[in-house]
């Protein structure tokens, strides 16, 4: 069931994205809609959407590696995230809110519900926040996260992760997502991944490593790309594309 | 060519979701945030929103997260985030509360009016894309039996209302059902 009429924005391709409903990751069970997604052409209430400006980060948003000193450097391996923002029609999107978050060197969260073993870093919260620029890109600064265990259909483990949320200039085109660390063998065998059903889809979950932009003698440097939504080109647009 | 690229695709929020959007929630103190579970419009009646989200077996989600986004009283979109709000579901109760003010319609895009709603957005573990909807007032039978969103719904448009909440003025319930026979109409805009 759809209305006819046409969206401001390309329709999301839900074979791409993980579908709601995948059993290997057991929380999906019961989490997941029965009935179908109905279609919607955009209107005003999507095609807009929030605006955040430099007047919501504090200092250190980006640098997790400052932002929650007590009393000295956090505990890992020191490393540089960064990439550009595009959208589906390859322009670079300024501005986007990009909330991270990330457990510690050892695996732990630092959150009033994660019970894990391994030790909190003081020095580490595992919060961080940007903007991107007038070119779409965007660089934090924070520690290798490390796996963790979590109950699945039985003991599961996390591969290194870090989880972004972003914001594009329509609340259409919001995004949360998780980037993983090239070469980390979890990655194969975690259900969460492995919801994405396309191999190349997983790879675009995937940071390489980016030595060009490694800090000598102080941090590793890793590339993630993101692209949002784009909007549907009119035919007049797509004959300038 | 005009070749497009391909959207990242998305990922749970996880259970500690808290620690990126809402901080505090995870017990970590920001100096500067912006976000909270009140919108910051300056025309419009105030109003209440509470509810809870429930799983396919009927139990109530405490890890889960919801964001907002709306037009102000006259329905027009504020600049900034101000139409913008965030709120967890209490680790304890379950239960979601947002303070904002009753948005006023917006136009559709044929230039007909809808009726007044709120987007809305959840996310939380076991939910590998955030989840779309939006709450509209069950006070506004008239405005909702011309909603062209609302007319295309075949089975579950009852979902989409939010109840006013008879011992109190301007206060509302919105329940989320992700899955079972009181399942929320989900969107794919």
Not at chain 1, 144 to 164: F, S, V
Not at chain 1, 176 to 198: K, W
Request: hydrophobic fraction near 35%.
């Amino acid at each position: 069931m759809t209305c006819d009429t046409k969206s401001d924005f390309y329709p999301r391709d839900r074979s791409w994205h993980p579908k709601g409903l995948t059993p290997a990751y057991n929380s999906t069970v019961l989490r997941s809609p029965k009935r179908a997604l109905l279609k919607m052409p955009t209107s005003l209430s999507e095609t807009s959407g929030p605006v955040f400006g430099h007047n919501v980060l504090g200092e250190h948003d980006a640098d997790m590696l400052r932002n929650a000193v007590v009393d000295g450097d956090p505990i890992g391996e020191r490393i540089v995230v960064s990439g550009r923002v595009l959208d589906e029609n390859s322009r670079p999107q300024p501005d986007v809110l990009i909330e991270a978050w990330q457990a510690n060197a050892g695996g732990r969260y630092r959150h009033v519900r994660d019970g894990y073993l391994a030790p909190l870093d003081r020095n580490f919260s595992g919060y961080g926040r940007c903007l991107s620029d007038a070119q779409g890109n965007y660089t934090l600064r924070t520690i290798q996260p490390g796996p963790y265990p979590y109950p699945n259909n039985g003991p599961a483990w996390r591969p290194a992760h870090i989880h972004l949320s972003l914001f594009g200039a329509s609340f259409a085109q919001r995004l949360v997502t998780q980037f993983y660390f090239e070469g980390d063998p979890l990655i194969r065998h975690c259900a969460i991944v492995n919801a994405v059903s396309d191999p190349a889809a997983v790879d675009r979950l995937v940071a390489k490593l980016d030595l060009d932009n490694a800090v000598p003698f102080d941090a590793l440097a890793y590339r993630f790309d993101i692209v949002l939504r784009g909007r549907n080109k009119t035919p007049i647009d797509a004959g300038h594309g | 060519m005009n070749r497009r690229l391909k959207e990242t695709p998305s990922q749970t929020a996880g259970p500690y979701v808290h620690i990126g959007l809402l901080p505090e929630a995870a017990g970590i103190e920001v100096k500067q945030h912006g976000i909270s579970s009140s919108t910051r419009l300056g025309s419009g009646m105030p109003i209440i929103i509470t509810g809870v989200v429930r799983d396919g077996a009927g139990e109530i989600v405490k890890d889960a997260l919801l964001e907002i986004w709306q037009a102000d009283g006259n329905g027009n979109f504020a600049d900034g985030h101000r139409g913008f709000a965030r709120c967890h579901t209490d680790f304890e109760t379950g239960e979601f509360r947002f303070k904002t003010v009753k948005p006023g319609s917006v136009a559709w895009s044929d230039g007909s009016s809808q009726a007044p709603h709120i987007t809305l957005m959840v996310f939380a573990r076991g939910i590998n894309m955030h989840l779309h909807t939006r709450i509209y007032f069950g006070d506004e039978s008239d405005a909702n039996a011309s909603d062209p969103v609302l007319n295309a719904i075949a089975d579950g448009r009852e979902t989409l209302l939010a109840k006013p909440d008879t011992s109190s003025n301007n206060s509302y319930r919105f329940d989320v059902s992700l899955q079972g026979e009181a399942e929320t109409v989900f969107f794919d805009i």
